[in-house]
């Protein structure tokens, strides 16, 4: 594949998605809302602590969460998922 075939397929594929990132502090983690335009189903990859506002940006997209994933278990990555989890009722994907 060449360099523009890769990037009309990268450009094309984005039209496509959803991808919010949202900086989460106090440790300026990024949290990742992520689902494709033509279905509502979505997942929340490293739900940091800041729980409301996750939830606030879910709802924003109207997105059903279906899929938590944990990148890795450090507290600034896992602060959110229970009150996520709660709500939706997801799966959680973590190591």
């Known amino acids: 594949m060449t360099a ?10 984005m039209a496509k998605m959803i991808f919010r990132i949202l900086e989460i502090m106090p440790f300026g983690t990024n949290c990742y809302l992520v689902s ?11 739900p940091a602590g800041d729980a409301p506002r996750i ?7 109207n997105l059903k969460i279906g899929l938590i994933v944990v990148t ?3 507290g600034d990555h896992i602060g959110g998922h ?6 939706y009722g997801s799966q959680i994907c973590r190591p």
Request: aromatic share 2%.
């Open 82 to 87: 229970w009150a996520a989890c709660g709500v």
């Open 72 to 74: 890795h278990t450090h």
């Open 4 to 13: 523009e075939q890769l990037s009309k397929t990268r450009s094309g594929l």
């Open 36 to 46: 494709i335009r033509a279905n509502p189903d979505g997942m929340v990859i490293d």
């Open 55 to 61: 939830l606030n940006n879910v709802r924003e997209l």
